[in-house]
């Protein structure tokens, strides 16, 4: 679950937020962006003492001063079940992906198109064993150079 998909859930809810500096802002969420700034509504606000209190209609919260959110269960259950959701709609993996390369046999159970790279068909031509350069396993004249063509 991330942070943000989890703050575009709590619109609407209420929400306490808690400031580097100590404040803390208990209000209702009206919107976030991807910076997490924060904008509530209803607000009160107390000292990082705890013994000051101030009452506003709304505030403007930037992002990198949040310490800590304090969201409601309701909202957390509600993200676990959108994404829960979502998991289960998509395919499975590897289902729809294209068939591959290298195969000997084609997925319709028909002989593939062509030996594939770096297998031998066993006619000694080619690139021989797989094994890049040359023959069978050291250098075998030529100029090289031509990628395992030759």
């Not at 575009?8 to 929400?15: C, D, E, I, L, V």
């Not at 590897?94 to 031998?120: F, L, M, N, W």
Request: net charge positive; with cysteine; hydrophobic share 25%.
């Amino acid at each position: 679950m991330l942070p943000l998909s989890l703050l575009k859930t709590a619109q609407g809810h209420p929400m306490l937020v808690e400031l580097k500096n100590g404040e803390t802002y208990n209000g209702h969420l009206v919107n976030c962006d991807t910076w997490m700034n924060i904008h509530l509504r209803e607000v009160i606000c107390t000292s990082k003492d705890g013994d000051k209190f101030w009452r506003m209609p709304e505030c403007y919260i930037r992002g990198n001063t949040i310490k800590y959110l304090r969201v409601p269960d309701e909202v957390i259950d509600k993200v676990q079940e959108e994404t829960n959701k979502t998991r289960s709609d998509r395919k499975p993996p590897g289902v729809g992906r294209g068939r591959g390369r290298g195969r000997e046999e084609g997925g319709s159970g028909r002989p593939a198109k062509g030996i594939g790279r770096g297998q031998d068909d066993g006619s000694g031509k080619g690139m021989g064993s797989g094994r890049g350069r040359g023959g069978a396993g050291g250098k075998s004249g030529g100029k090289g150079g031509a990628r395992g063509r030759g």
